[in-house]
């Protein structure tokens, strides 16, 4: 995260969240005792901005100077509603198609994954407000620009996405080394809505209980998982192939 994304400071942040500055998420020091922060967790819950309660030492890490205990980071995009993109996407094209995010955390992750969707088709990128990575320069940077392109939706909770997308008809296929079933013998040719899973973890089990398919990618050697935004677009590009068919 470049450290040129950062707002800090009490007042500095008090004045980007009242202005039409777009804030991803505010870091607040836990167990401060600055009554001022208090103003400002209700100024962000109010805008429904992200709050992480986090040590001195993650702060201290954000930023050089006296952030006295609070730093925004700030968003290079505007975000867009989930239904008002999936109406549109769903009102214009025969199969769109859709990327769920269930915690991926690397900024750098995260930036690949934006390019390879953006040079797949997808419609847009479904993440959750806490405990992904920012939306920041570097994200900017590592997506090689296609963010500017490409339709980001924050959501409260992954799941409760995913529920809307399958009462939209939907169909969520889940990306995880656990399915009985491979990309090669799933079909992607209805509207779609694919879910990848963190660097560790992968789709957390909550989210592979309520989806309507899983799917793997074959895997030959000794390690058992690829990095997210390798196996994001080996997933893409088979969504692409069998649509090109």
Do not use: W
Request: one cysteine or more.
């Amino acid at each position: 995260m470049s450290k040129k994304d950062n707002i800090f400071g009490i007042y500095p942040v008090l004045e980007a969240i009242k202005s039409d500055t777009e804030i991803d998420k505010v870091y607040i020091q836990k167990d401060s005792d600055n009554d001022k922060l208090a103003t400002i967790i209700s100024e962000l819950e109010n805008k429904q901005v992200t709050i992480n309660h986090v040590p001195v030492e993650k702060l201290n890490r954000l930023t050089n100077g006296n952030h006295q205990g609070v730093v925004a980071i700030t968003s290079p995009i505007s975000f867009v509603s989930l239904e008002e993109i999936v109406e549109k996407s769903l009102s214009s094209k025969k199969t769109p198609l859709f990327l769920v995010l269930d915690q991926i955390s690397d900024v750098r992750n995260f930036g690949a994954i934006i390019r390879t969707a953006e040079c797949t088709g997808v419609d847009a990128i479904i993440i959750q407000k806490k405990g992904g990575a920012p939306v920041s320069g570097d994200a900017v940077k590592t997506s090689a620009g296609a963010i500017f392109n490409m339709p980001i939706c924050k959501v409260d909770h992954i799941k409760d996405a995913i529920y809307y997308l399958q009462g939209s008809g939907i169909k969520t296929i889940a990306a995880t080394e656990k399915a009985e079933k491979d990309i090669y013998n799933t079909s992607f040719n209805k509207p779609l809505a694919l879910i990848m899973g963190s660097e560790g973890k992968g789709v957390s089990t909550s989210v592979l209980k309520i989806v309507d398919e899983q799917a793997a990618l074959p895997l030959l050697g000794e390690i058992n998982s690829l990095n997210v935004s390798v196996a994001c677009g080996a997933f893409l590009y088979e969504v692409v192939r069998q649509r090109a068919n």
